[in-house]
């Protein structure tokens, strides 16, 4: 069946029939709006919006991988401030022709990735579109830090990872060649493996600055660098490439830290510490902060493909 | 300018650069999420997706009027909940060829509907998409009160409208018909004038259910009907038809009635109260609630065009 002989509304009661509200959730779907809980009288707000064709591929990725997909880039960017996510909202914009089943098992993946950090689904819009969009927006709760922003990098931090950088783009491209394994690169396309909790433990040990992966490393560090007004500088001796990167690297003829410093979309934490922190063992030391300003690998501007320009 | 020649980040940097922060916002845009203050420990959240051709046309309202009525719809929809909006956050999925001064004058529309009501834009995402889409959502303060729900509609309750209810549809069968005027009618379609102080004030005055009207008033009462359990009953003669309208309608050849009665998008506020409450000067009886279900006009079944569904 598909949305367009559902209707609107018996869609709604379809898909909302799959969620199940989280403990932060005191209101969930069916009304004008939904009410979450905050702790401290803040709350943390992020919005993406994903296009069929250009963030995911419906032959390349499940309903449900795009479900953990469009929830684990929002509830990353949460996690970047320092706070726990607590609630998505989402806009699907679908063509009347999709299968309802899609639509639910997207709901599926949605609130699985959600329900990973305790939160969940609490509200939504469903439109006829020629282009199916997904659009999320993900809450948070602070708990008491100070949000960890973009700008407060200092010269002298250390700049620490958290979780992985490269896979999804070696998955992107396995895919982009027609292959489909390795397995363990193709599925990091289609579902981040998100460090959530490394975001509000490193607003907690003082990180100065931190952002998640989303378009590459050095893209998203230079967001640091730019808006804290310092140099950063990562040096590739500290990263550890899996085998299977390296060997998938080899096999198609690119170079692995094209993957590592460029690929966006696993959604690692990247955070700046000051010098002398003790970090715990989710973080790895990639780089340093220097005064100046720009992104430098090894001490040198790097000659590679750069980010990810939406509109490019 | 189109969006591609501008890029992502030239075109972020470009439209949060008309964007004040209001009184609520904490953290603005330019992070990976925003930080937006509550009062009580709680947030209401409601999100919305306008399509081009669908839900808006760009040959009928211009970029700002765009803004305001994608603006409005979120925002009514926290006021229907008893609560004061205090931010939105956007996506904006667009055209490449889409000109940058469009997207500029949306957030400018944006901006100035979230400012009648104290809130402001905090945050966003702009994607290339072959659909101009905007999705917004809207945070809200409930600010001590209990969000007012569609299920709490009591027999004996009074029916209670504060807004205007049928403009937004006479203007769209105006600029249907291939006129545009009269301009009040017009600009009702292209910028709704919705209510919002009413809604924390009926949440105070005891309203038993709310609702905005979007859909049509039929339709929503609807909803308040099914959602509570009971009947609701609107009357002809409690409504008073402007008299632009009236002239409008007869020129067009169509029952005022039924803009008035299934015209959706005015998002006049619709609420229940206890017989006997005393209303403010905003609120206007139209009908009354009774046990049983359904919802009927002077007694009878409207045999009249119903609601709205967005996929049919």
Redesign the interface.
């Given at each position: 069946m598909t949305?367009?002989e559902?209707?609107?509304?018996g869609?709604i009661e379809r898909v909302t029939g799959r969620l199940a509200p989280g403990p932060t959730c005191?209101?969930g779907p069916?009304?004008?709006?939904?009410?979450?809980?905050?702790?401290?009288?803040?709350?943390?707000?992020?919005?993406?919006?994903?296009?069929d064709g250009?963030?995911f591929r419906r032959d390349w990725s499940s309903a449900t991988d795009v479900g953990h997909r469009a929830a684990g880039a929002n509830l990353a960017?949460?996690a970047?401030?320092g706070?726990t996510p607590t609630?998505l909202?989402?806009?699907?914009?679908?063509p009347?022709e999709l299968p309802v089943e899609w639509a639910e098992q997207l709901a599926d993946g949605l609130a699985a990735e959600a329900a990973l950090v305790g939160a969940s689904v609490?509200?939504?819009?469903?439109?006829?579109?020629?282009?199916l969009?997904i659009?999320v927006?993900?809450?948070?709760d602070?708990r008491g830090v100070s949000?960890v922003?973009?700008?407060g990098a200092q010269p002298g931090d250390q700049v620490a990872l958290a979780g992985r950088l490269g896979w999804a783009a070696a998955g992107f491209t396995v895919l982009s060649r027609g292959f489909r394994s390795p397995r363990a690169l193709v599925d990091a396309h289609r579902r981040p493996l998100v460090p959530y909790q490394c975001g509000p433990v490193a607003a907690r040990q003082g990180a100065t600055a931190?952002?998640?992966v989303s378009d590459g490393l050095l893209a998203d560090l230079g967001h640091i660098a730019d808006?804290s007004g310092v140099a950063i500088d990562v040096r590739r001796e500290l990263f550890e490439l899996p085998e299977q990167m390296v060997d998938a690297a080899r096999a198609l003829g690119v170079d692995p830290y094209e993957w590592v410093l460029t690929g966006g979309e696993d959604h690692a934490l990247v955070a700046t510490f000051p010098a002398g922190s003790v970090l715990t063992a989710d973080w790895r030391v990639i780089g340093s902060v220097a005064a100046g300003g720009g992104m430098t690998v090894d001490g040198e501007p790097f000659t590679g493909r750069g980010g990810w320009?939406?509109?490019?």
């Open positions: 949305v367009a559902m209707g609107e509304f869609l005191l209101l069916g009304d004008d709006a939904a009410v979450v809980t905050t702790s401290d009288n803040r709350v943390v707000v992020s919005t993406d919006v994903l296009v250009r963030h960017d949460i970047a401030m706070a609630a909202v989402v806009g699907l914009s679908a009347p609490v509200g939504g819009d469903t439109v006829a579109s020629p282009t969009t659009s927006t993900a809450l948070g602070l949000p922003t973009r700008s931190m952002i998640d808006a320009d939406h509109f490019r």
